[in-house]
């Protein structure tokens, strides 16, 4: 810990320009390809009375936190579902961790941390100059020859860096180690991407913040490493360090779901394809004469490519993948990810892929990947597939995301003639018929419900509260069989356990009409099936009878008055819920402020005694100065010890009865010194008195 170093902040403020946010050297650099503002499910949340927002905080299963994306300040452009100033906005309110700048012994500037900073708390953004690859190359050759002793590159992107050589902000004096105690991490801030520097354990006050400079920085040559750690690799730097010590990025063992025993074997794959490739690079050029080269960006890719596992994706791994997708700009990796959501069959991740964020990432690589000049057809026709799987419910997300108009136009003549691609064709007709016939499912505002519905909703026997906690599970006992599912726009839907029927309805007939729900139909042909079958979804697109237009018309309007109830009694219980809680704080909060006065009082009590005692010490010292010597003469009669202890007898009742007279007079009044001759006769006296009654006592004893 570096607590006595002194703080040379100011003077480290003076080696470069300092910025309050990123400069972008050409427009759209830096960009996050994110042009729709992204909102989340989180709902305002003020749980103390700090007036802070702690929606989508650290814990909470905010889909925009979880996907590595900041929720916008909240303006009328885009009005926040998760209200003012959530927790999830660190990078724009500029909430650093409190840290300053100390002279390290060999490694220049450092960065200090002045407090305590737990885990996964941001700490700074890394704020440069974003530019260019060519502008990089320049400037790495310009900032040699200028002599420039440290070099500030990190990589924002591909192509892309962040330059705080020459303008920057303090996260540019954070250095390099072998065993880090923080990281850094991409994040979606509007439509640029930002880096930001976030701690990976608790980093104590004192403590030196680094980070790994070979998976993210770039240097100009290798430097020898200074950070001291058992497993240091001795050197960092140079453009090729990600290479050089065969490390995967963070990124991409993020993105892919890989395990170090993946890495491993990477490694050990990829170190014999280099082999290969030299060797056979060696024999070409003993042809043509050319000189040795390096491995291209283009050849690493394809390695990468080429070696690195496809693994399905579980429950705890969609948002990093999802995160992983928004930001991506590797052909080969967005191949790869998508894929790994096309192999998954699970329907609840692909539910959980589709309420994080998945029609609007969908849109946004099918507008990407079908450029001209960036066509990607695996992508594109897994993509659709993927679609064409998931459960079609409302037109919500389909709306929002925009993602109708972009598979319009693959089924009509465009620049890179989709269209003439039998699958895509195919899939993205089938596809814009499916979606025509959804509906957009509305939110009535509470205050329109009818007296009906208030009724029905208020009966207690449907308002029994599961568990207040989790708002998905929040809700009326369900019938054995059943259970909660969430959709895709966050509404709540049954799924029976053995037929897997799903459907909207809550499972009982609570007003009646709905008997039928309980127990689902079996068809020969379909199996289990709810009567109304519209009232289901299904991931077989065949499964869905054909109905004429009107039939169709009424159920649909069906399906969505059902949904709207559900969203209401979801609303109603949520408040409910919510009341609960609040009523439960307000009682918590009542004991803790009556125990916090009941131990005020104990302390009070506490002090008041010991004050007292104290002054009785006080008191028992001085007297215990004068009654051994009146006492002494009865050592003749007596043995020592036996007046020595009614010497301490006496001394006590006296101190007794000062205590007595002090109370009743002041409590203030302070115990003097010494004694002055008039009380010190009473004081002998007293004690003469006391001994003559002993004795007489002990004469008494004696004579029987
Ligand atoms: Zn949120
Ligand atoms: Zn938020
Ligand atoms: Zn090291």
């Known amino acids: 810990l570096f607590n006595e170093l002194p703080s040379v902040t100011d003077q480290a403020l003076k080696t470069f320009t300092p910025l309050a946010e990123n400069v972008y050297t050409l427009k759209n650099l830096g960009d996050s390809g994110q042009e729709e503002f992204m909102s989340c499910d989180c709902k ?6 700090t007036g802070i927002n702690h929606a989508c905080g650290e814990d909470s299963d905010c889909i925009n936190r979880l996907t590595s994306i900041e929720c916008l300040m909240d303006s009328p452009d885009h009005p926040n579902n998760c209200g003012k100033a959530c927790s999830n906005q660190r990078m724009q ?18 960065l200090r941390a002045l407090q305590d900073i737990q885990a996964n708390t941001f700490v700074y953004e890394y704020i440069g100059e974003i530019i260019n690859q060519d502008r990089f190359v320049k400037r790495t050759q310009a900032y040699q020859q200028q002599g420039v002793k440290h070099f500030y590159f990190m990589m924002l992107q591909k192509n892309e860096f962040i330059d705080a050589t020459q303008k920057g902000c303090l996260a540019r004096f954070c250095n390099h180690s072998c065993n880090p105690n923080s990281y850094v991490d991409k994040w979606i801030v509007g439509s640029k991407l930002r880096m930001g520097i976030f701690a990976k354990r608790t980093v104590l006050k004192g403590e030196e913040i680094t980070f790994d400079y070979n998976v993210d920085r770039y240097g100009a040559d290798a430097q020898k490493c200074y950070c001291g750690e058992p497993n240091c690799i001795g050197y960092l730097g140079g453009k090729t360090q990600t290479d050089s010590v065969n490390k995967l990025p963070q990124m991409i063992i993020d993105a892919l779901g890989l395990t170090e025993s993946d890495e491993k074997l990477f490694i050990k794959k990829k170190i014999s394809v280099i082999k290969e490739y030299q060797s056979l690079q060696a024999t070409q050029q003993s042809i043509s004469g050319s000189q040795q080269q390096q491995l291209s960006q283009e050849t690493l890719d394809k390695i990468y490519d080429d070696l690195l596992p496809i693994k ?26 998508v894929k790994r959501i096309f192999i998954t069959d699970d329907t609840s991740i692909h539910l959980k892929v589709i309420r994080m964020h998945g029609y609007e990432i969908f849109s946004k690589l099918l507008r990407n990947w079908s450029q001209p000049e960036s066509l990607n057809k695996d992508v594109i026709v897994m993509i659709l597939r993927i679609l064409k799987k998931w459960p079609k419910m409302t037109r919500n997300k389909i709306s929002s995301s925009k993602i109708e108009d972009i598979i319009k136009s693959f089924t009509e003549d465009g620049d890179v003639e989709l269209h003439t691609i039998k699958d895509v064709y195919t899939l993205a007709q089938g596809l814009i018929e499916d979606w025509s016939n959804l509906q ?43 259970k909660r599912m969430t959709s895709e726009d966050n509404r709540v839907y049954y799924c029976h356990i053995e037929t897997n029927q799903n459907q909207w309805d809550f499972p009982t007939a609570f007003s009646g009409k ?55 009694l979801k609303a109603q219980l949520a408040t409910l819920a919510l009341e609960k809680s609040q009523k439960e704080e307000q009682e918590r909060r009542k004991k803790i402020k009556l125990d916090i006065l009941r131990q005020k009082e104990r302390e009070r009590t506490l002090s008041s005694v010991s004050n007292l005692s104290s002054t009785e010490q006080a008191y028992t010292k001085l007297f215990a100065r004068y009654v051994p010597n009146f006492i002494k003469k009865y050592e003749s009669q007596l043995s020592h010890d036996l007046v020595k202890r009614h010497a301490k007898d006496i001394v006590k ?27 010190l006769l009473k004081i002998k006296h007293f004690s003469r008195e006391y001994m003559e009654k002993v004795m007489k006592h002990y004469g008494n004893k004696q004579a029987k």
């Open 93 to 110: 309110r500029c909430q650093y961790a409190p840290v300053d700048v100390i002279q390290t012994a060999q490694k220049g500037f450092g």
């Open 312 to 337: 399905e994706i579980h429950e705890d791994t969609v948002s990093r993948t999802m995160g992983s997708l928004i930001q991506c700009k590797d052909a080969w990796l967005v191949r790869k990810l």
């Open 44 to 49: 305002p949340y003020y749980p103390d009375s």
């Open 653 to 679: 009742v006296l101190a007794a009865k000062e205590m007595k007279l002090h109370n009743v007079k002041s409590s203030s009044k302070k115990v003097p010194k010494s004694f002055d001759e008039k009380k």
């Open 440 to 482: 957009m499912a509305y939110r009535i505002p509470r205050r329109e419900r009818t007296l009906a519905q208030s009724l029905l909703l208020e009966d207690p026997n449907n308002n029994s509260i599961e568990d207040s906690e989790n708002r998905n599970t929040a809700g009326p006992k369900l019938p054995s069989g059943w």
């Open 514 to 568: 709905k008997a039928n729900n309980k127990n689902p139909r079996y068809d020969e042909k379909n199996g289990y099936k709810n009567k109304n079958s519209s009232d289901n979804f299904s991931n077989n697109n065949e499964d869905i009878s054909i109905k004429t237009a009107s039939q169709q018309q009424t159920d649909l309007q069906k399906i969505i008055e059902e949904a709207n109830l559900q969203v209401q």
